[in-house]
């Protein structure tokens, strides 16, 4: 940032994950326990609702899988796509009527604050309408704020002319099992159909991977996109038309893999890049609309449902990270094939070392979603507008998947910390996943050109010795000097053959069985054999791939730096600093985090620290760990681990171009199931906060935590922008390399005098 009354102009650049003395055990999007289900599925052992008699089994719509929809041609690289149709000339019920099929799964939201009994209140305050209901099933919440559901049994209510009437209890399961969203849909649907009908499913959310709807009663349990394919495949032979839409009232659902899937069974999708508050949808809004205006469409409703979601986050000042947008379905499949086209031009282009660490280096700044940071926890999701920008100095078609993205986005809006989202994000890797993470995304993926182009990067790392093995672990290659690396020689050494059957096609999506004792469709579970190597990547802090032209020293104006070599230069995609504040008694370096305070000269390869001194504090004077969570030309946003009134959080601080700082609130993160917390807390006078810190001994480098000292707010709560107080500090370059692996320098120590200013110490 500016130092206030400057005139540096800093490089932007991307945040640091890991330094070289501390490698903590770091909470991602996706937990080994999130992907247990996966392993392989087990049948629900209580009792189910007997169905109608039909054997489900012996139906498949136009003789399609819904794992054969996307087909890819490895000869000539073109995508077909083969939907499975409805008739929409014969409606699902009167005209003028709507129906929508609330999933609600309370979890900790119901449990903690009442979040679900606010939106059932709301649902029931809608204006009186014999057109208009919700169909409602909860269950999820370990207990409930209200007097008509409870944490024992699945209920059925619905909602309609200002009364909430249950028609049906069910035994209790988890919500975030196949069998128990089937069995609704399959119930809410020939009970209560209408001509217009939409599915909602309320509860935290993950993204792609880690899908939706959280059952606190079962393990925090949830569904995977590809258990909500199974579910909505159950029932789609008892439909004449698709849903009109299904929404999210969740965060991180807005993805083009999950508009793939639900392209199969809806006209329009709603759903959200980023976090959504507590608050959710306005469900008093959304009934009012559909009274007034029965023969809506689901995009007419949906830019309801977007407007008036807007407008509850901006009531209560909670609008900076919103994001919601209405998808039309029926134009995905033209994005999906651009898409498929740009990934293709992507994954050849990544043949070139240059175009591979520039694509990467971009992508790493494209907007992202859900933290993806060190305190907070991973989602990787990224803007999928922004990482076709992203590549599109290297690749053909980047203009033609933004031009299709535009068309798919019906209407869209975003609060003022994600102004340019582009409406739907997608899975990239930003922090390597585990095998189970990347044979799910194997599983759900829009490319075969994709796959590889991440394949690629995370056998590259495997190749470039990050696991800590010898040369010969995967690529029996010696490692070859000209080339700085062992796992590529002249003719190659990526094969994508896998992807592809013995007639050259590579199709999407899983395989699928049927479960009679459910009555619904279940997904076989991902192979994650090719992607067991994923498993041994570790961060080193010593990258093989970084090679320096002059070595990090302190020059003779006091200016830290160092040159990297050309072959380095292709092989880096991102440089930063990270700084530690000595303890008072010297046995212990306190990590503060990153800065942006770096003079980067990507041309030559030159990159010297430009740190002014100045950091984040409380009004008290402890300096803040704060880490890098988005930002853009006028703004930053930082994440800091703390305990607010005793609970372990992150405090989310945005700072302005002109230095101006604000404090957004405090946000959990992402939990060890893989949910993104909903609500970002706002501070209030008398709240407590202690800081947090990583640590590391100074004398053992054992990694270890640091507390510092309670600060009572006092009127408005504010962070100061300022010199860092007198002290000694540390201070190292950290260099990420393509493939996740980094580099740190060694330390130098600097020291701030009473007066702020910043010196090295002279080595």
């Known amino acids: 940032m500016k130092k206030k009354g400057g005139t540096r102009k800093i490089t932007k650049l991307f945040s640091c994950l890991m330094s070289l003395f501390l490698i903590f055990t770091l909470l991602s999007g996706c937990s080994e326990e999130i992907y247990d289900e996966y392993e392989e599925y087990e049948e629900y052992e209580g009792e189910y609702e007997e169905g109608d008699g039909t054997d489900y089994s012996l139906l498949s719509p136009d003789g399609i899988s819904m794992n054969k929809v996307l087909n890819v041609d490895k000869n000539t690289g073109e995508m077909t796509i083969n939907r499975p149709k409805h008739d929409p000339e014969v409606p699902m019920g009167e005209e003028g009527t709507w129906t929508i099929f609330v999933y609600l799964c309370g979890s900790d939201l119901e449990s903690g604050n009442g979040a679900a009994t606010d939106d059932l209140i709301e649902m029931q305050s809608a204006s009186t309408s014999d057109n208009v209901r919700f169909v409602v099933e909860t269950g999820g919440a370990n207990s409930w704020n209200n007097e008509y559901a409870s944490a024992d049994a699945l209920h059925r209510f619905v909602i309609q002319n200002e009364e909430i009437e249950e028609v049906e209890t069910v035994n209790n399961r988890s919500m975030g099992d196949t069998a128990t969203l ?19 499913f309320w509860n935290h959310g993950g993204g792609s991977i880690t899908g939706v709807c959280y059952d606190e009663n079962f393990d925090s349990d949830s569904l995977s996109l590809i258990e909500i394919d199974s579910a909505f495949y159950s029932i789609f032979n008892e439909m004449t038309d698709r849903f009109e839409f299904v929404g999210f009232d969740a965060c991180l659902m807005g993805t083009v893999e999950t508009a793939n899937v639900l392209a199969n069974y809806a006209c329009y999708m709603i759903g959200s890049e980023e976090l959504e508050p507590g608050s959710g949808w306005d469900y008093a809004a959304i009934g009012n609309f559909l009274a007034n205006n029965p023969n809506a469409t689901g995009e007419e409703l949906g830019k309801e449902v977007c407007d008036s979601y807007l407008a509850a986050c901006e009531a209560i000042d909670d609008s900076a990270e919103a994001t919601l947008a209405v998808i039309n379905l029926e134009k995905v499949d033209d994005l999906l094939i651009a898409f498929n086209k740009f990934a293709k031009s992507m994954y050849e282009s990544g043949d070139n070392a240059e175009a591979l660490s520039g694509m990467i280096r971009e992508i790493r700044y494209t907007e992202n979603f859900g933290g993806n940071d060190k305190s907070e926890g991973f989602t990787n999701m990224v803007d999928l507008g922004g990482l076709a920008d992203a590549c599109s100095s290297f690749t053909s078609g980047s203009d033609d998947v933004k031009n299709a993205l535009a068309q798919v986005i019906s209407y869209k809006v975003s609060g003022y910390n994600h102004e340019t989202a582009g409406g739907l994000a997608m899975y990239y890797p930003l922090q390597v996943g585990g095998s189970q993470e990347l044979a799910f995304f194997e599983s759900i993926s829009i490319s075969p050109y994709y796959i590889s182009f991440i394949d690629r990067q995370n056998l590259g790392a495997s190749y ?170 006028d703004f930053i946003v930082y994440t800091s681990p703390i305990l607010l009134n005793g609970k372990e959080t992150n405090l989310r601080i945005r700072q302005d171009a002109e230095g101006n700082v604000t404090i957004e609130g405090a946000w959990d993160g992402i939990g060890e199931n893989g949910a993104a917390a909903r609500s970002v807390v706002k501070l209030k006078e008398g709240d407590v906060i202690i800081p947090r810190y990583y640590s590391m001994d100074a004398e053992t480098e054992e990694e270890g935590e640091w507390q510092g000292s309670e600060y009572k707010i006092e009127g408005t709560p504010e962070i100061v922008y300022g010199l860092l107080s007198e002290a ?36």
């Open 728 to 763: 000694d500090f540390l201070y190292a370059f950290c260099i990420d390399d393509i493939y996740y692996d980094y580099y740190l320098t060694d330390f130098v120590a600097f020291n701030v005098d009473e007066n702020g200013q910043t010196s090295f110490y002279a080595e």
């Open 464 to 633: 470039a010795g990050t696991a800590g093995g010898n040369e010969d672990d995967y690529s029996g290659e010696e490692y070859n000097e000209e080339s700085d690396a062992y796992w590529y020689d002249e003719d190659g050494w990526y094969d994508d053959s896998y992807y592809y059957d013995e007639d050259d096609n590579w199709s999407s999506g899983c395989e699928y069985e049927y479960d009679e004792s459910a009555g619904c469709y279940r997904s076989k579970a991902p192979s994650k054999t090719h992607w067991e190597y994923a498993d041994n990547i570790k961060e080193t802090g010593e990258s093989k791939l970084v090679r320096f032209a002059s070595e990090p020293a302190i020059d003779d104006e006091g200016i830290y730096g160092f040159s990297l070599d050309s072959k380095s230069l292709e092989n880096v995609a991102a440089v930063y600093a990270t700084v530690y504040q000595v303890s008072d008694d010297g046995k212990d370096y306190i990590e503060l985090g990153e800065t942006f305070d770096v003079d980067a000269d990507w041309e030559k390869g030159t990159f010297k620290d430009y740190f002014d001194g100045y950091w984040m504090s409380l009004p008290d004077g402890q300096n803040l760990a704060t880490y890098v969570v988005d930002y853009d030309e």
């Open 182 to 200: 089937t069995d609704f849909l399959r119930w809410g649907v020939k009970e209560y159909p209408a001509e217009h009908m939409g599915v909602v």
